[in-house]
């Protein structure tokens, strides 16, 4: 298995351009988090789905953040407009959910620099 | 609400001694308890978990944990570290539902080095 894939590893970009970071789960896990990681914050859960329908959004910073599940094999983190204090490092993770006890897997992470 | 905390930032040990990294956490109700550790420019991989049963734990790499119901700890531990062990930690919980759907707490991480 390939694990959790996130693209772009790393993204530059100016203050008020549109990101937008991609995940790919693990086939057949059908749970899938969105985490943001600074050192200021430590590791921050901001959306996460179970089926492909978010359950819970509260970590989500602000209206420019939002999140979309169309299906089981593709997740995107959209922000619009970018800011400088949104550079951190994005965290994808997915995991079988069948009552909370199984582990997630997380990818890579796309490291996001707004300048 | 749930919350886990890990007392010490930084974690010093001499290769080859024993480690050991402190968790604590508050749940209502039974918890799930998760480590994971994070190498540099590295996603989080899971070490280890408890659900129920045998107190101690183990997982991957030779680490292993006892989860401690009566002072709600869950304290990560190795008989011999490794300098390739230095990384950073974290413990996780989410309490036990029926109904699945709930998320994963994390602590603010422990980062281990191991001197050679």
């Known amino acids: 298995d390939a694990g959790v894939i996130q693209s772009p590893r790393h993204e530059v970009t100016e203050m008020g351009q549109e990101v937008t970071l991609r995940c790919k789960p693990i086939s057949g896990h059908n749970s899938l988090f969105w985490y943001r990681q600074t050192m200021m914050r430590g590791l921050e859960l901001l959306i996460y789905?179970?089926?492909?329908?978010?359950?819970?959004d509260s970590g989500m910073p602000e209206d420019r953040f939002s999140a979309k599940m169309p299906n089981a094999s593709f997740s995107t983190l959209k922000i619009q407009p970018s800011e400088p204090r949104d550079s951190a490092v994005y965290f994808c993770?997915?995991?079988?959910?069948?009552?909370?006890?199984?582990?997630?897997?997380f990818g890579p992470g796309t490291r996001l620099t707004v300048l | 609400a749930q919350s886990v905390a890990q007392p010490e930032d930084q974690v010093n040990v001499a290769e080859g001694n024993p480690l050991t990294v402190k968790c604590t956490y508050s749940?209502?109700?039974?918890?799930?308890l998760f480590w994971y550790v994070q190498y540099p420019n590295r996603g989080l991989q899971f070490l280890l978990k408890y659900i129920t049963g045998d107190n101690l734990v183990k997982g991957s790499y030779g680490f292993e944990a006892e989860f401690n119901k009566s002072q709600t700890s869950f304290h990560l531990k190795k008989p011999s570290a490794l300098v390739s062990d230095s990384a950073l930690y974290f413990c996780?919980?989410?309490?036990?539902?029926?109904?699945?759907?709930?998320?994963?707490?994390f602590g603010t991480g422990t980062r281990l080095t191991i001197i050679p």
């Open positions: 789905f179970n089926n492909n329908v978010p359950i819970d």
């Open positions: 749940v209502s109700g039974n918890p799930y």
């Open positions: 993770a997915s995991s079988f959910d069948q009552g909370g006890y199984n582990e997630q897997f």
């Open positions: 996780a919980v989410r309490p036990y539902s029926n109904f699945g759907n709930e998320k994963l707490t």
